[in-house]
């Protein structure tokens, strides 16, 4: 079983198969969050919402009050990565032990006015001169903590900033437009194949920047363990989202610039676009 879900300015467009159709006003992302059986509740509600044509317009980001987290460090080259920036700062070897501990690296992202929609602009902190997206899956959470949905994630991240201390992390991560999610929730009653792959394209004045590739098999932790982790001492009665991490790190001389475009695909789910403001 499986459905699409996006969010539009008249309503939730549920998609399967070739139908589309607009759910009830009543309706909202909130009730599929807080729902014990989120699969079987789109089903339901499928079944008695109106037919629609395909929409064109792009949609909305797929949030109502859910909260976004984000886990660090669970791929090799993110865990690579971070010991190199931060190696001036002695922090190195903090990443690398966090890779390889029983508890992983959970943090707090965004809130839902400070996540930006697809085609609309993610920004750069003013105070950084070293910036880039973190492409990442992401996954739907209801309100017990179970998978139920994926969408795509960027975890904007200021990398001179971390580098410069690990406790300076809220600040790299954490502000207004730094995170986007869409285009749309994949709603299923199964897991994403390992081999799904992760895509990602910066486009600079028409030309690709930089492009690069993983897939989630590459992931270091299982997803249900993060989902578990996340929800020790923490309620989310409408449900969260959790980004799962990044395998896809531009070279240390690359920063994102206004005006950039960044393109982050996961079949089927399909391609978030967000220029950088």
Not at 213 to 218: K, L, P, V
Request: with cysteine; proline share 9%; charged share 25%.
């Amino acid at each position: 079983m499986e459905f699409f879900v996006s969010r539009h300015p008249d309503g939730l467009v549920i998609e399967q198969g070739g139908s589309v159709r607009l759910a009830p006003a009543d309706w909202s992302l909130d009730h599929l969050f807080a729902s014990d059986a989120p699969a079987q509740r789109v089903a339901e509600v499928f079944a008695r919402s109106r037919d629609i044509p395909p929409r064109t317009a792009t949609p909305l980001a797929p949030v109502g009050q859910q909260e976004i987290w984000a886990a660090g460090v669970t791929y090799l080259r993110s865990r690579t990565a971070r010991m190199e920036e931060s190696k001036d700062a002695g922090g190195g070897s903090f990443y690398d032990k966090v890779y390889h501990a029983a508890r992983p690296e959970l943090f707090f992202k965004a809130t839902p006015p400070r996540v930006a929609a697809p085609g609309t602009p993610v920004r750069i902190r003013g105070d950084s001169r070293w910036n880039v997206p973190e492409p990442e899956l992401t996954l739907a959470l209801n309100h017990r903590g179970a998978i139920f949905g994926y969408t795509i994630g960027n975890d904007m991240s200021s990398r001179d900033i971390e580098g410069e201390n690990p406790l300076y992390l809220p600040q790299a991560k954490v502000y207004d437009r730094s995170a986007a999610l869409g285009p749309r929730l994949l709603v299923r009653d199964t897991p994403l194949p390992a081999t799904t792959e992760i895509a990602l394209e910066i486009r600079r004045s028409g030309a690709t920047a930089f492009a690069g590739r993983t897939a989630i098999s590459q992931i270091k932790r299982r997803f249900d363990e993060l989902a578990e982790y996340l929800f020790r001492d923490n309620a989310f009665p409408n449900g969260c989202y959790l980004m799962t991490g990044t395998g896809i790190v531009p070279p240390d001389a690359f920063t994102l610039q206004p005006g950039d475009e960044v393109r982050i695909t996961i079949e089927p789910i399909g391609t978030l676009i967000n220029p950088v403001g």
